[in-house]
């Protein structure tokens, strides 16, 4: 059973930076495409930022500039660095894995708390 497990959420002031991580962990084979989604309070959930296998990556456009996604496959793992936060990145952060066992699948974190608020 492969889980996803993230960290570095938390509270933080309009203009600072948080860093969240995810690690995969348990019977993985291949990681396809990684990404990070975001859900929050009377939204619905959206992709914030993906990353494929080869480093190629993909920004929604209102964190184009201020986040940056990456990825250590040797760790199975990915990153959100994000600066310059607003209110407005308040949410619930979802890490979001494509595995592949047999066939394709879909893994996801059990989601992690950043607020941005003074």
């Known amino acids: 059973q492969v889980q996803l497990v993230e960290s570095g959420g938390g509270l933080v002031q309009p203009g600072g930076s948080l860093r969240l991580s995810c690690a995969a962990s348990?019977?993985?084979?291949?990681?396809?495409?990684m990404g990070w989604y975001r859900q929050a309070p009377g939204e619905q959930r959206e992709l914030v930022a993906s990353i494929t296998s080869d480093g190629n990556t993909n920004y929604i456009d209102s964190v184009k500039g201020r986040f940056t996604i990456s990825r250590d496959n040797a760790k199975n793992t990915v990153y959100l660095q994000m600066n310059s936060l607003t209110p407005e990145d308040t949410a619930v952060y979802y890490c979001h894995a494509r595995m592949l066992s047999i066939t394709w699948y879909d893994r996801w974190g059990q989601g992690i708390q950043v607020t941005v608020s003074s």
């Open positions: 348990g019977r993985i084979f291949i990681i396809g495409d």
